[in-house]
T-cell receptor, first 114, second 112 residues
Framework: EADIYQTPRYLVIGTGKKITLECSQT?????MYWYQQDPGMELHLIHYSYGVNSTEKGDLSSESTVSRIRTEHFPLTLESARPSHTSQYLC?????????????FGSGTQLSVL | AQSVTQPDIHITVSEGASLELRCNYS??????LFWYVQSPGQGLQLLLKYFSGDTLVQGIKGFEAEFKRSQSSFNLRKPSVHWSDAAEYFC??????????FGKGTRLSVIA
């Protein structure tokens, strides 16, 4: 059902590298989100966007940045990866009222920073 | 701001037994309430949601949840668990046009 794609699926990189996690959706949803998920922990919202050229920071302080130049694309960038960034990153999208609509999730990117 | 508590980190049930996963929320008004399921290595999938009206909500895969305003709860239930139900379950609360807030999740294990 989900038409939201994340790449890469797994990524292992060294400290200090710049990386971009890709997220694309083909549903035309105006709202997109990035969540960080550690084992046994809740999903932490790190960035969200309610439309093109609109981005906001979430509840979790993050050293990452995002952009929303096209409706379907919402990449997340880490300028200098650190071991503390090791986590799973989930992208999601929705349409309508943010608090009341179903989220469609990608399969996630598991990032390991050595 | 809204918040969610899932008191049980891990639950183990026998296949065929009934299941109840607990969820308590904090919000001043009636929120939007959701249950999502996450299978290993996958994103989250919506099981069911509550907006208003009937407080007993039916979802996919035989799950249901009951909204109890007096207890600020939205517990998830299933009368007979299948081995394929083993997964992580997340309760979430939404309000207005702000993004959903998720609980820490409850991991469900199913034994034969």
């Amino acid at each position: 059902e989900a038409d939201i794609y994340q790449t890469p699926r797994y990524l292992v990189i060294g400290t200090g590298k710049k990386i971009t996690l890709e997220c694309s959706q083909t549903m035309g949803h105006d709202k997109m989100y990035w969540y960080q998920q550690d084992p046994g922990m809740e999903l932490h919202l790190i960035h969200y966007s309610y439309g093109v050229n609109s981005t906001e920071k979430g509840d979790l302080s993050s050293e990452s940045t995002v952009s929303r130049i096209r409706t379907e694309h919402f990449p997340l960038t880490l300028e200098s990866a650190r071991p503390s960034h090791t986590s799973q990153y989930l992208c999601a999208s929705s349409v309508g009222t943010a608090g009341g609509e179903k989220l469609f999730f990608g399969s996630g990117t598991q990032l390991s920073v050595l | 701001a809204q918040s969610v508590t899932q008191p049980d980190i891990h639950i183990t049930v026998s296949e065929g037994a009934s299941l109840e996963l607990r969820c308590n929320y904090s919000y001043g008004a009636t929120p939007y309430l959701f249950w999502y399921v996450q299978s290993p290595g996958q994103g989250l999938q919506l099981l069911l949601k509550y907006f208003s009206g009937d407080t007993l909500v039916q979802g996919i895969k035989g799950f249901e949840a009951e909204f109890k305003r007096s207890q600020s709860s939205f517990n998830l239930r299933k009368p007979s668990v299948h081995w394929s139900d083993a997964a992580e379950y997340f309760c979430a609360v939404g309000a207005g046009n702000t993004p959903l807030v998720f609980g820490k999740g409850t991991r469900l294990s199913v034994i034969a």
